[in-house]
């Protein structure tokens, strides 16, 4: 059960992080992939 809210979590975090932003730049500092 703890993975499966952790995933959950973690796929809620990347729609935010995507959709949640205007540009790209933006998106990549939220989702910390750099």
Do not use: N, P
């Amino acid at each position: 059960m703890g993975e499966k809210i952790h995933q959950l979590d973690f796929v809620r975090m990347v729609i935010e992080c995507t959709f949640g932003h205007a540009s790209i730049v933006e998106r990549i500092y939220a989702c910390g992939l750099f």
